[in-house]
């Protein structure tokens, strides 16, 4: 369908002079990219830095009118970015005019810190402006103590849905769920379901999706996109235009798993029920971008050995979050250091070994990160499941060995060259394949074991697979050579 | 809102016996979460299994029958994961039932495949079913020469909106948008605008989010939600309930841009114009969840050292497409086995350092890594800009040195007791703080010089960070041996 099949109906005593696309000449030139381009939305940072010196002389009107031309998102950038004094001053006085909006889209720690100079009134007075939703991701890292003083504030029944949504499990349908859903009976007519949304009048939600159709005791019968409602017959039954078997959500799935239904399917809402299988709220493809999103960061994060991060972080918290990981890896190196010095006695005769030993542990490292990204992304995905582990490991396999060959007459050859060497050259090609050999399985079979052991495979895989690669990259070079170069 | 503030009006005639949501004790408690559930949404590993063996006894009245049971991206699931020649035997035998959106889930490899046993005329009507979006992301990557044959038994009103869609460029907003948006003049009412779209019938789209407002040059005036409209009086002028300063998106902008537009504010359908600025299309939220998930599969696969993956591509090919970036890794690791070769004469009277040295050059990439990782994350979602290049430096390299030091002093007490030399264990502690240092300072400034060139941080900043860690981690370890350890 394309728009040249919506002409505009021309009205009696109107005359609409919108000429039809198709009357249009589609010439369409690039129009070139400009350097400005990479700040095509969001904060520029010749606004930031004009709003931080105006900040910094104390010219509040200057500042107030800037921001006034901002999007939410576009303070939120401003608070995160600044210094953490410049943050706070700024919220101070701006507080009155900020969109509540705003807070939602702040990393947690900065959250922390601007919300400290408010008053537990003032932050009543944002949660008071949200979504439920919103609400609930505000609240959720605070202090269970302070959240109740917070909440003394709010109105009693915003309080008790930002409460029981707080039951729910965390990154749950429940907690990213809107309650303003429209249900109505399955028996309506399509008139009077339209009526009936006039009648709602404010309180119909401005972003509209879809209708859920209801029995009698409030399960989720059928669902109608506001498009099929609006073109279909006022005296038809709504039953006859709705999806009679639309996917419903438990409360407590996993965004994950929500997110995953989302870009397996078409639909654009969908309805999500209590333990009894009550419509209790709706999850709409809006939502899901923020989740999508904030997955696909957890996991590359996770994948550069980072648990969490937030630039607005102080150093030292920063330090000692890394820290753990970098101790684990410690601990894996050491391994692989006490394996070379199983072979000091021939490294102190051929001590070209401890030249070119970087280079075999190296390669295996980068092939297997290779292999485990792939299999990572393929299991988040779900392109990877037990129907299709033995092959791609099979695959990956494979490729190690053909990169290992590759790279064996490679780096066979390099060797012979650089130490006039012919079997230190052939000594390095055969831990070459060996190694990305076992690269290519372990970067498969780690990450495929820790799923199915329910760990996340982003988190631990990578140091499972250096200490292989590590340890056989070594191993098969310093063994081969103690074999074949050393002289009885 | 709530859903109890939309009690279903009790219509005269009719008995709704819903109850309301506050009338329904809110006991919601967690289901077990049961060993299925990573099979939620989507094809389960018994579904396929049972559908291979059918397809190997040539019982395909069974493989008919499960497949009519299933979503259209489980059967893409399915014929993504099945060997070639099953994938084959299924499109071959199944191609009249299957549901054209199907192929719009399928990886180009598999695709392609899929393809070539398709007439023609078979692969027209599926793209003849198709939006002209997902259309042009079939076609895409198809030879020209097959394309136009295709296109040839294409109608004539398709054929020109894929055409004159493959001119945008790949990944903008035309290739994005589809061409069936609701435009309205901006005079209208309320109930004019409501009667349009009634009368437009089955030419509206299902799924309708926002009506544009346009003035005579076909230029957006303004943005409605559905909602919006809805709950307005009949009588209002639709003027001035509408958004009257929408965000309007040039045809050639990049996906990503696009992307972030979306994540950055809470419009869930944006207008597409032309560079004369008329309205010619749309890009709905549900369109942009693709967008996103296929943006950070790429970071995360670049960052991996992968530049693009496809579970379904022949080892051979996958292996090639990985030879390149080992091959530069090879380089750089011959660059570190190069500055080791420098040291040759204190590894060959102190063999403890070889056997210590690949736990510095190690730690120092695992740390500059984690740098690394938040850098280009932030990066790509726009937390990290000219605004705060400084600030985030200097933090990475206070916590480089924090952890730095941290690992000096395990280290340096772990080798004075293990190879007995307190001399030993300081040498290592001092290499051990100069490399993270160094890694934190690299970590950041790579990736920001490498955005700052229009280069993706993703793709190369991670060659050029383990060079920085080995060459220092590798130097500043031997470099500091022979001042201190040997003597002369």
Do not use: C
Not at 44 to 51: K, L, N, Q, V
Not at 431 to 447: E, W
Request: hydrophobic share 45%; no cysteine.
């Amino acid at each position: 369908m394309s728009p040249d099949q919506f002409p505009i109906p021309p009205q009696e005593g109107e005359q609409t002079t919108l000429p039809r696309f198709d009357e249009v000449a589609p010439v369409v030139k690039p129009v070139e990219e400009e350097d400005e381009e990479e700040n095509f939305y969001g904060l520029s940072d010749e606004t930031y830095s004009g709003i931080i010196a105006a900040v910094h002389t104390g010219d509040w009107l200057t500042v107030e009118q800037e921001v006034l031309d901002l999007e939410p998102s576009d303070i939120a950038d401003l608070l995160e970015k600044s210094s953490r004094d410049d943050a706070l001053e700024m919220v101070k006085h701006l507080h009155g005019i900020l969109d509540s909006e705003t807070y939602t889209y702040l990393g947690y720690d900065r959250l922390k810190k601007l919300f400290a100079v408010l008053s537990p009134r003032e932050i009543a007075s944002i949660i008071a402006d949200l979504n439920t939703d919103d609400a609930i991701s505000l609240l959720e890292d605070i202090d269970e103590e302070d959240r109740r003083e917070i909440l003394r504030h709010v109105n009693e029944r915003s309080r008790a849905l930002v409460e029981e949504g707080l039951t729910f499990p965390e990154d749950s349908a429940g907690r990213l769920m809107q309650r303003d859903v429209v249900a109505i009976p399955q028996f309506w007519t399509v008139g009077k379901a339209l009526d009936y949304l006039q009648a709602l009048g404010d309180e119909l939600p401005e972003q509209l999706y879809d209708l859920f159709l209801v029995n009698p005791r409030h399960h989720v019968v059928g669902q109608v996109a506001i498009g099929q409602l609006l073109r279909a017959k006022r005296g038809a039954k709504i039953s006859e235009i709705a999806d009679e078997d639309p996917h419903t959500v438990p409360i407590d799935t996993d965004q994950e798993h929500v997110a995953a239904l989302f870009k397996r399917s078409t639909v654009t809402s969908v309805p999500v029920i209590d333990d009894t299988e009550r419509l209790i709220g709706v999850i709409t493809v809006d939502d899901i971008v923020s989740v999508i999103d904030e997955e696909a960061s957890e996991d590359i994060l996770r994948l550069g050995g980072v648990e969490n991060d937030d630039l607005a972080q102080p150093a030292l918290a920063t330090a000692w979050s890394r820290f753990r990981w970098l101790f684990v890896n410690l601990l894996t190196a050491m391994l692989a250091s006490f394996v070379v010095g199983q072979f000091e006695a021939v490294l102190e005769k051929i001590v070209a070994l401890a030249v070119l030993m970087p280079i075999v542990a190296g390669m295996g490292g980068n092939a297997g990160t290779q292999t485990l990204t792939v299999a990572v992304r393929a299991l988040a995905t779900k392109e990877l499941s037990a129907a299709n582990y033995w092959r791609v490991t099979l695959k990956e396999t494979l490729v190690g060995v053909m990169n290992g060959s590759a790279f064996a007459i490679i780096m066979g050859v390099v060797t012979w060259l650089w130490f006039h060497d012919p079997r230190l050259g052939m000594v390095i090609g055969g831990a070459m394949v060996t190694n990305l050999f076992f690269a290519g399985l372990a970067g498969t079979l780690i990450p495929i074991g820790l799923y199915k052991m329910k760990a996340d495979p982003a988190i631990s895989a990578a140091v499972f697979l250096t200490t292989v690669t590590d340890v056989i990259g070594f191993s098969s070079f310093l063994g081969l050579a103690t074999i074949f170069l050393v002289q009885k």
